[in-house]
C-alpha cells in the first residue's frame, strides 16, 4: 500500500514540476505585431482579414445539422421494422416524421431558410 502511495505522489509531483517548466518557458509576448498581422504572402494585407461572418449561414448550417442526425435517426427504425410489431414501428415513424415537418414548417415560417430579406 505504501508503495502504490509513494509511486502516486512522485507522478503527481514530476507531473506539477513539468508543467510548472512548461509553464516558465511558454511565455510569449501577447503584443506581438507581426504575429497577429495576417499574412498574404509577405505583403500587407489591401483589406481587413477579419471579414464578418454571416449569421444566416450559421443558422442554415445548425438547422442542416440537427435535420441530418434526426434523419440518421430514423435508419434504425428500418432495422426494427424486421424484430417489431409493424404497427408500433409505423406509428413511431409517423409521429417522428410529423415532429420533423412540424420543425421544418416552423422554420420555414420564421424565415430561417430564406436567404434574400
Known amino acids: 500500500m505504501l508503495t ?3 509511486h502516486s505522489m512522485t507522478a503527481i ?6 508543467l510548472t517548466v512548461m509553464t516558465m518557458l511558454n511565455q510569449q ?6 504575429k497577429n498581422s495576417p499574412f498574404e504572402c509577405g505583403f500587407d494585407p489591401q483589406e ?7 449569421l444566416r449561414f450559421f443558422l442554415l448550417a ?3 445539422l440537427i435535420f441530418d442526425i434526426e434523419i440518421a435517426l430514423l435508419f434504425p427504425l428500418i432495422i ?8 408500433i414501428t409505423y406509428l413511431s415513424g409517423t409521429i417522428f416524421l410529423i415532429i420533423l415537418i412540424g420543425g421544418l414548417i416552423h422554420e420555414w415560417k420564421q424565415g430561417t431558410l430564406s436567404w434574400v430579406k
Not at 509576448?29 to 507581426?34: D, E, G
Not at 426494427?80 to 404497427?87: C, D, E, H, V, Y
Open 62 to 64: 445548425i438547422i442542416f
Open 13 to 18: 509531483l514530476l507531473t506539477m514540476i513539468l
Open 4 to 6: 502504490i502511495l509513494f
Open 29 to 34: 509576448t501577447l503584443n506581438n505585431r507581426s
Open 48 to 54: 481587413s482579414a477579419r471579414l464578418p461572418f454571416s
Open 80 to 87: 426494427s421494422m424486421k424484430m417489431m410489431n409493424l404497427k
